[in-house]
Nanobody, 123 residues
């Protein structure tokens, strides 16, 4: 069983940066593609970014491309989401997810999920 724990959320002003972290419980984390998703109040969960097991492939949604960067540190079993130039519309509960194989945009492709960390961007 893979357990994911997100951290790093908080309240920031528009334009500020924030870095989210996701710690993966398994030592074989390099067999999993990792994704970040978010869910704003009253909206469906949506894809944000994903990274392949060895970090060679990184995918982003159009809404965050150029502002967010996903990365992973295999030694620490941790995946990061560096968020820059935050906007009020980035306000959401951010989830980390894992799946074996390559990256995917689809929520249903991910087998393991964290509990989420809340990001609030004030205007």
């Amino acid at each position: 069983q893979v357990q994911l724990v997100e951290s790093g959320g908080g309240l920031v002003q528009a334009g500020a940066p924030l870095r989210l972290s996701c710690t993966v419980s398994t030592r074989t984390s390099n067999t999993y593609a990792m994704g970040w998703f978010r869910q704003a109040p009253g909206k469906e969960r949506e894809f944000v970014a994903a990274i392949s097991p060895y970090g060679t492939i990184k995918d982003y949604s159009d809404s965050v491309k150029g502002r967010f960067t996903i990365s992973r540190d295999q030694d620490k079993n941790t995946v990061y989401l560096q968020m820059n130039s935050l906007k009020p519309e980035d306000t959401a509960l951010y989830y980390c997810a894992a799946r074996k194989g390559t990256t995917s945009y689809s929520i249903s492709d991910y087998n393991y999920w964290g509990q989420g960390t809340r990001v609030t961007v004030a205007s």
